[in-house]
């Protein structure tokens, strides 16, 4: 069984390019981020001619979660338990869509979108550590009530969680950026330490190996990336774990996301 996670940075600008990924790698779920879409005109044909059901949450041009999956989709949860609001100023908040769980071929599979965090100041980063903390408290409390649970926690987590998961850490630290401050970190750390398993990095040990590249600046022909890009196992479904893997090939060429797909092979 082969699951992979993928931001795509605007489905419907992309639908080409993840159909032909799907049909290559021969994928059986795929955890989506950032389609950009609202369900209304979310590409739902491009999954379903492919043999693949597929769950969406979208309420805006923004953000937007989605799980396909060709093992079964089942159970479906649109944001996660207390997942936590946002809105400027404290004003008008609104649920936004970065999370979607369905349970596929036995394994309960969320696609998450932390985040960002903008910058160290801003009021999108308590929002964001919040988030973290009310998705935490929601796995760990699914792990100590069945042990045994095979969770896949799937995405862009907007972490770079060690140093050398960017290109240069005395960069951001001298820029005061985001995704690599030790609140950040904390919070990303509280998850492994409730037993969730970080299972591509064994397979794809760095440094330099990277899943996003910002557009700018040349970065990815200057192999100046991050890795922010997750699954995170819990230990049921981190002991079916056989090989993992990061799609470079995929962030090459016109029309490219700046995010590369991840790749989980698990044992039947």
């Not at 396909?68 to 809105?87: H, Y």
């Not at 404290?90 to 596929?104: L, N, W």
Request: a negative charge; charged letters at 25%; proline letters at 5%.
């Amino acid at each position: 069984m082969k699951i992979a996670t993928w931001n795509v940075n605007s489905l419907r600008a992309r639908a080409d390019r993840v159909e032909a990924w799907l049909q290559r790698t021969d994928c059986d779920v795929l955890a989506i981020q950032e389609t950009k879409c609202k369900d209304d005109n979310f590409p739902w044909e491009l999954f379903e001619r492919m043999g693949y059901e597929v769950a969406h949450f979208g309420v805006s041009q923004w953000n937007g979660v989605a799980i396909a999956s060709r093992v079964g989709l089942d159970d479906v949860e649109r944001t996660f338990l207390d997942q936590p609001v946002f809105g400027k100023n404290g004003k008008d908040a609104v649920q936004e869509a970065r999370a979607i769980g369905a349970t596929c071929g036995g394994i309960r599979v969320w696609s998450l979108y932390v985040p960002n965090g903008r910058a160290l100041n801003d009021e999108h980063m308590p929002y964001k550590l919040g988030w973290l903390d009310a998705l935490r408290a929601h796995a760990e409390g699914r792990l100590q009530a069945e042990p045994e649970a095979q969770i896949a926690l799937m995405g862009d987590w907007n972490i770079a969680p060690q140093d050398d998961d960017v290109w240069d850490i005395d960069y951001f630290r001298t820029e005061g950026l985001t995704h690599v401050s030790e609140p950040e970190r904390a919070a990303f750390r509280a998850f492994e330490n409730a037993g969730f398993l970080d299972v591509v990095r064994p397979h794809t040990p760095g440094p330099g190996v990277y899943t996003y590249w910002d557009y700018t600046q040349l970065r990815f022909p200057k192999k100046e990336g991050m890795r922010i890009d997750f699954v995170l196992a819990s230990p049921a479904l981190a002991a079916r774990v056989t090989g993992a893997a990061i799609d470079r090939e995929e962030r090459k060429g016109k029309g490219a996301s700046d995010h590369a797909p991840v790749i989980v092979e698990l044992s039947d």
